[in-house]
């Protein structure tokens, strides 16, 4: 039974790492460089690997409120989270990680089952217009504008090169701007 009383905006406490504190699941070492160069043929996951995995995923959507997050990075995230319907059941979406980590015994935070992956993408919707005029603030204004007015050409040079905007930068602190 899906938990239709799960939300961020005012969430249980059960789902109080999804948008808060996290774990560090990284190694505490760097791996050997040469077992780099020559990976072994197979990976052996265990399944608290792959919830670990699908936990990761999850603790991107927590950059979308740090304005230092680059715009691509929260592009991209916001890709995953807001992607087709169609798209929901396949093994790492949004609504996927959501049903691991939220029902997996190996899960990271308490047990709190099935979560309305709509509740979440409403939440994230909702802060959204926030998240992103505190990261435009750190841009001068030609780049606001940009955003504001065509976000799919400045999606598509980013895409391109996620350099872009610094490098637009660095080429007007050099030269100044032609029209001032």
Same mark, same amino acid.
């Given at each position: 039974m899906l938990h239709t009383s799960t939300s961020l905006v005012h969430p249980p406490a059960a789902l109080n790492?999804?948008?808060? $504190? %996290?774990? +560090?699941?990284?190694? =505490?070492?760097? /791996?050997?460089p040469l077992s780099?160069?020559?990976? /072994?043929?197979?990976? =052996?996951? +265990?399944?608290e690997d792959i919830v670990f995995l699908h936990w990761r995923l999850l603790q991107e959507i927590n950059q979308l409120s740090d304005p230092a997050t680059p715009l691509e990075d929260k592009f991209d995230t916001l890709r995953?989270?807001? %992607?087709?319907? =169609?798209?929901?059941?396949?093994?790492f979406s949004f609504v996927n990680c959501l049903r691991v980590v939220g029902c997996s015994p190996l899960s990271p935070i308490a047990y709190c089952g099935l979560v309305d992956a709509q509740?979440?993408?409403?939440?994230?919707?909702?802060?959204?217009?926030?998240?992103? +005029?505190?990261?435009? &603030?750190?841009?001068?204004?030609?780049?606001?504008? &940009?955003? &504001?007015?065509? /976000?799919? @050409?400045?999606? $598509?040079?980013? &895409?391109?090169?996620?350099? @872009?905007?610094?490098?637009q930068l660095k080429q007007m602190s050099e030269q100044g701007d032609l029209f001032t």
């Open positions: 790492g999804f948008m808060g $504190a %996290t774990q +560090s699941v990284f190694p =505490d070492q760097s /791996p050997h780099l160069d020559d990976p /072994p043929d197979r990976i =052996d996951w +265990s399944e995953w989270v807001f %992607t087709e319907r =169609d798209k929901d059941q396949q093994p509740d979440i993408r409403d939440h994230i919707r909702n802060k959204l217009k926030v998240w992103l +005029s505190d990261s435009l &603030a750190r841009y001068p204004q030609w780049v606001r504008d &940009a955003i &504001a007015n065509n /976000p799919q @050409w400045v999606e $598509a040079r980013l &895409a391109r090169n996620p350099q @872009w905007i610094n490098e």
